[in-house]
């Protein structure tokens, strides 16, 4: 059986910018072993997959995601691909996608050439940095922030250049298991910047990941006294979002660049 694939980069307003995500529309269900192998077979940082919904139903389309490894709760990039493909591959007609996931219902709406995310606001917990994490990266604080229902961890750097220069020891982060963690500071020529670890859950590092932001964005709000924010994630790769701050959701703004279309051969 063949079914469609396309890879897009987000995040990003050209092709080998930003984050590249795999999207798989399907017609049904593969079984959870179909799904794993195929992440891992695309081995990028995340694949998504996408069921239709009835017209009855309230969202638009269901979406998973998995990486290499894991499935997670919740994926900035890949949904940002994935309302991509809907917008201009799937012949969708609508100026906005609601999808259900396990992170409850997500909305994605076309402004122009961006495209903006509703993700939830995600609750943190201040805590003492865990020992591994002080093994792991030079110079981490004593305090870290802890994010249960994302399974991360984020520490606060001096500045910037803490954040672009930082080496932390992939192998002692991979213990945390499917935990990652996040690292950020004041930016420089935006509001914050930040880079984002989780070697457990099969990467290394992220090029540009927006689900972290539905815990930088309500942070750095507090910290700056502006609802309205700008980042940078500096990863090699790079990515620019537009982030607003609404109450218990977060609008998260970023760019697309379609890179790859085919179809994958299924027994």
């Not at 192998?37 to 995601?65: K, Q």
């Not at 020992?131 to 994302?150: K, M, Q, R, S, W």
């Not at 006294?225 to 609008?251: F, M, N, P, T, V």
């Amino acid at each position: 059986m063949m079914h469609p694939i396309f890879q897009v980069d987000a995040f990003t307003d050209r092709v080998f910018g930003g984050n590249p995500a795999a999207v798989m529309p399907l017609d049904q269900w593969l079984p959870d072993d179909t799904l794993r192998a195929l992440a891992m077979e695309n081995n990028l940082s995340e694949t998504a997959f996408l069921v239709r919904l009835p017209e009855a139903d309230e969202a638009d389309f269901h979406i998973r995601w998995f990486t290499p490894t894991v499935e997670v709760p919740l994926c900035g990039h890949a949904t940002l691909a994935s309302a991509w493909v809907i917008f201009n591959m799937l012949d969708w007609t609508g100026e906005r996608i609601i999808l259900q996931s396990k992170s409850g219902h997500l909305g994605v709406r076309r402004d122009n050439d961006w495209l903006v995310l509703d993700f939830p606001n995600l609750a943190f917990e201040e805590r003492q940095t865990p020992a591994i994490i002080h093994e792991a990266l030079e110079g981490a604080p004593e305090t870290a922030f802890y994010v249960p229902n994302d399974t991360n961890y984020m520490v606060v750097l001096e500045n910037e250049a803490a954040v672009r220069s930082a080496e932390p020891d992939l192998r002692k982060l991979k213990t945390l298991g499917n935990q990652g963690l996040i690292v950020t500071a004041r930016g420089e020529g935006c509001d914050f910047v930040s880079r984002y670890f989780a070697p457990g859950a099969g990467i290394d590092e992220d090029p540009v990941t927006g689900s972290i932001h539905s815990v930088l964005v309500p942070y750095w709000a507090n910290q700056l006294g502006k609802s309205s924010l700008e980042a940078r994630q500096l990863s090699a790769r790079g990515g620019l979002l537009r982030c607003e701050l609404k109450g218990d959701r977060i609008d998260i703004a970023g760019q697309a660049a379609f890179f790859m279309e085919g179809s994958v051969h299924l027994p």
